[in-house]
């Protein structure tokens, strides 16, 4: 399994990818648009590939909490994506790895995702409000709302109003 840096040439295969997995285009709209809006950094867009097949897709978006005056740079998780005739393999959790050390590596401190409460936690993502950070852009559980520190101390160093990028909002 070779997990790589999404390319142009991935953006048909990915699409078809996330139409699959999620029975739908909501996913697939969301990624054309945060592509087009520049809301990503190239590196944090990856796919899982092996046999020349991208089995998986992960992207990680620029997002903001906001605490008071001060607006701190952090990630959003979102969407993960793996072939329904592949998933429970592991994919996904390598995908979601490999992205918390790209996101790190490039200055986030914190990622964030509204998930299933199951899935998330095996991968070091733990309730956002238990952590005094709330969200109001959208209305999702206590459970669903989620978050990673990357950089030691965030958690507690780091408290606000998450923000997904505006390219999230009027889906569907």
């Known amino acids: 399994m070779n997990i790589r840096t999404e390319t142009e040439n991935d953006y048909e295969r990915v699409n078809e990818l996330l139409t699959q997995a999620f029975s739908g285009q909501e ?9 087009e809006d520049g809301a990503f950094e190239r590196e944090l867009s990856m796919v899982a590939e092996a046999d020349g097949i991208i089995k998986g897709h992960i992207m990680f978006s620029r997002a ?3 605490d008071g005056d001060h607006t701190h740079r952090v990630a959003a998780l979102g969407p993960l994506a793996v ?14 790895e490999e992205g918390k ?5 490039h200055g986030y401190p914190l990622v964030f995702l509204f998930g299933h409460p199951s899935y998330y936690p095996r991968h ?9 950070i ?4 959208f209305a999702v559980s206590d ?8 950089l ?10 998450f923000r997904f990028h505006p390219a999230f909002e009027n889906l569907g």
């Open 124 to 132: 070091g993502f733990v309730q956002a409000r238990n952590h005094g």
């Open 152 to 161: 030691q101390g965030a958690l507690h160093d780091l408290h606000g109003e």
């Open 83 to 96: 072939l329904p005739k592949y998933q429970r393999q592991g994919i996904g959790g390598k995908l979601i």
């Open 134 to 137: 709330d969200v109001s852009q």
């Open 64 to 66: 903001s909490l906001l």
């Open 101 to 105: 050390r790209r996101c790190l590596s």
């Open 143 to 150: 459970e669903a709302f989620m978050v990673a520190e990357l």
């Open 27 to 35: 996913e697939a709209i969301l990624v054309q648009r945060l592509r």
